[in-house]
């Protein structure tokens, strides 16, 4: 009776072992053309299909290479897959993208990288930040930019999220790839690049009584004197500012702010925006 009751505590133990292991397990993903996302673990692939199974389970699925964009596997490569003419190959190059309906005049903002040029660090929050600023300055200069509409950012932000692209790799995605996921044909795409710097500046007050003798020509003097210190932050940015019209780039200009205060970056973005060519003075 002791030797079974030994047995199904092993045999649970294990259970519990295999589960958390298989929890801690970094998965396979493929993205689809249709920009479902399929987390798994790949066993096989050949030119016209690819075998998976689901977490947690045995059973194996067969996917056909056609129904799929990209694959990120779990060890950190990647491979994209071109369909062309009813070919089905992977490819090293450019995904075959399916297109979302095209809205004519209509331009996306894309998300704006923030790069610590130092650490190489890029700040996502940052980057959503950045890109709703130059979004929102596009709408105040709506008239501006007629006849061209702005995309709505969570529009922009959720055709890319399920294609798989983040502030991370958007500078790794082609242009007009970009162009069919969001179904736009004008896009507007900026990078804020910053290194940071300190400086200490020092203030000194003087401060002093003067006594006059009773012959009026000797005079004595108590001066005082405070030194105080303090340390400034710089940023010294560098933005770059890029624009496309049907997949070509008609506008490309780096600036760096005149001032190295926090917000700086801020300033050189609407200086580019008004002098790219979709802008025009009312």
């Not at 130092?118 to 105040?140: C, G, P, R, V």
């Not at 004008?186 to 006059?212: E, F, H, P, R």
């Not at 009773?214 to 303090?230: C, F, H, L, M």
């Amino acid at each position: 009776m002791k030797s079974k009751k030994s047995l199904l505590v092993i045999l649970m133990l294990f259970a519990v072992v295999f589960s958390f292991a298989q929890g801690g397990k970094k998965l396979d993903k493929i993205i689809k053309r249709d920009y479902q996302i399929i987390e798994c673990t790949i066993s096989k692939m050949s030119d016209k299909t690819v075998e998976y199974s689901l977490p947690g389970e045995t059973l194996q699925i067969s996917l056909d290479v056609s129904q799929i964009a990209r694959i990120d596997f779990a060890s950190g490569r990647s491979q994209t897959f071109d369909v062309n003419s009813g070919n089905s190959s992977p490819s090293s190059g450019s995904s075959a993208i399916t297109a979302s309906q095209m809205k004519p005049n209509t331009i996306a903002v894309l998300p704006v990288p923030y790069v610590n040029s130092d650490t190489q660090e890029s700040s996502e929050d940052m980057a959503k930040f950045a890109q709703n600023d130059l979004y929102n300055k596009l709408l105040d200069k709506s008239s501006n930019i007629f006849p061209l509409t702005v995309q709505d950012l969570r529009t922009t932000n959720s055709l890319l999220h399920k294609a798989g692209i983040d502030h991370n790799n958007i500078d790794e995605t082609p242009i007009d790839d970009l162009e069919k996921i969001l179904g736009v044909d004008n896009i507007v795409a900026a990078k804020v690049s910053y290194t940071i710097g300190t400086g200490a500046t020092a203030t000194t007050y003087n401060s002093g009584n003067a006594k006059v003798s009773d012959n009026n020509k000797k005079v004595k003097t108590s001066d005082i004197s405070t030194t105080t210190s303090n340390n400034q932050t710089y940023y010294y940015y560098t933005v770059y500012f890029d624009m496309y019209k049907n997949k070509d780039k008609i506008y490309s200009q780096t600036r760096k702010p005149f001032l190295a205060v926090k917000d700086s970056w801020m300033d050189s973005v609407t200086y580019l925006l008004k002098r790219s060519p979709i802008y025009v003075k009312k």
